[in-house]
């Protein structure tokens, strides 16, 4: 498959996608609290998208089909959690991950927060996972090739003690959630197409306080770290433009 570049008004629906993603991210992040039952944040996001009238990207992705509209990965657990019965608790480190599609486009978009008062280790964690994600924004220019940006994710993130997961990418994003190219979080900086105005790209970075190698849980889906150290994980979907990068997962 190709790399499909989009129009600028194209850019503009998946603005528009990213918007309804961001607002609900943030209506969830209000509702993270010790005691809360994580199912909620499914439903919560279930009567979200239905006000705003866009499909839920996740529910029913891929194969088995993926559960809910949300991700939620707590702790060891790195992405693609199902949210269920499990109830938070303080200190928690809570990982979200949303995606819309509206007028045929999608947004995807991860934010991870502690629930109340972390620990030093936690709250380094989500602080390093978040400028990750900047840094690799920040690389994503026409012009430069792909591994630039995750050379510099990598380097930054190692730099701070912590690891980059392999397992799992970032992506191009536009009709379907997972378009050519991949994303890795990690370099060289010589690999991959090059980018070019007009591309649409999911960053998302998922670092682990210890070792980044992962495993699949029994029911499929979620993953979590193989030596059950933190993990967190941030992705904003971000446009390639002739004034740089163009963070369309914003409110
Ligand atoms: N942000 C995740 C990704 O890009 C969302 C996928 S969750 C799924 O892979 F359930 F839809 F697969
Ligand atoms: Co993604």
Redesign the pocket.
Known sequence: MPIIIKSDDEIAIMREAGSIVARTMQKLIAEVRPGLVVKDLDKTVRKEFETEGVIP???G??NPP?P?TV?VSVNEEI??GIPGKRVLKEGDVVSL???CTYKGFVA???ITVIVGKGDATAVKLVDVTKRALDIGIENLRAGNRIGVVGQAIQEYVEGEGFGVVRQ?C??G?GRA??EEPQVPNYGPADKGPILKKGMVI?I?PMVTVGDWNTKVMADK?TVSTRDGSLAA?F?HTIAVTDNGPVVLTVP
């Open positions: 990207t996740f529910l992705y891929a993926y809910a991700c992405v693609h991950d949303l995606g995807d978009h991860a799992y970032g992506h994003v959630m997972h999911a998302e889906w994980h992705e």
